[in-house]
């Protein structure tokens, strides 16, 4: 029987909320991505095959052909379901989707144009798919790097603001593709990139280097160690209730979870 895997996606919500996890992870009970996720989804399909084509032929591909490889993607994704954010409910679904859609195409070509030109992806190195065995750990780690350079290794993030340095040097992302890299290829990335797509009205691209040193991957196995033995015992810690997290807006999971703060009802008897 094949050992289960823990991703680090799955690592960052059980430390977020273990109830969240719990639901995720534990009872398959499987949320629509926001449209903001749809949106990266289709921006990361669109990098995605203009590295392929820069490796397989030297070049990038038309830029053309990348919008529609972002226009297709994220129409997977809304025929799958999505969640409407609040301030497009009441809007028609396909105009939120139209939307969505030209975001991708607009990050997909400020990559096209910004950064890919300088990027060398090595052989194999576009969205590679890795997995670390664990001896004596119920689970193994597995994850997919975006890029993967000689000497580098880089994600990349969508968003409406602007990242900063100190959530590429904080992301638990980044140092589990360096030791993914250190382990499997013998020696860890010289250089960890987060390079941020930012969806502004004139779409922006900040890039926030980085690195890694074995105390941080130690750091990160402890983690992982100590997230086995809470799946393990399944005893899922939610998150405090204050969080910002822990509402309705935010959580998926909010109305079934026996830890958040529900609004009370009191009833008003005619006349009051």
Known sequence: MAKKQLHQSALSML??????????YCENLVIPPAVAMVTGTGTHRSIEADLIKKIETGKLEDLDRLADVAA??????????????????????????????????????????SLAPTLQPIPGGVERKWVLELDGYPM???????LQEKDAVRDAKTSKKTKNQKE??????????????????????????????????????????????????????????????????????????????CSPKWCGYFARCPFSKKPVSVPVKKGD
């Open 168 to 245: 590429a040097d904080d992301s638990e992302q980044l140092t589990m593709y360096a030791l993914a890299v250190k382990v499997i290829d013998g020696k860890a990335p010289d250089h960890l990139y987060l390079d941020n797509l930012v969806d502004l009205k004139e779409p922006k691209l900040a890039v926030f280097p980085t690195t890694r040193n074995d105390e941080d991957m130690q750091v990160l196995l402890r983690r992982v160690e100590r997230a086995t033995e809470v799946i393990e015992a399944g005893k899922f810690m939610p998150c405090n209730s204050t969080e910002w997290m």
């Open 15 to 24: 430390e977020r909320c273990g109830m969240q996890f719990y639901y995720r």
């Open 72 to 113: 297709q993607a994220v129409k997977a994704e809304f025929e799958k379901g999505v969640v409407i954010d609040d301030e497009d409910k009441g809007r028609p679904i396909l105009a939120v989707r139209d939307d969505s859609i030209r975001a991708a195409q607009r990050l997909g070509a400020l990559h096209h144009g």
């Open 140 to 146: 193994d780690l597995a994850g997919t790097i975006d």
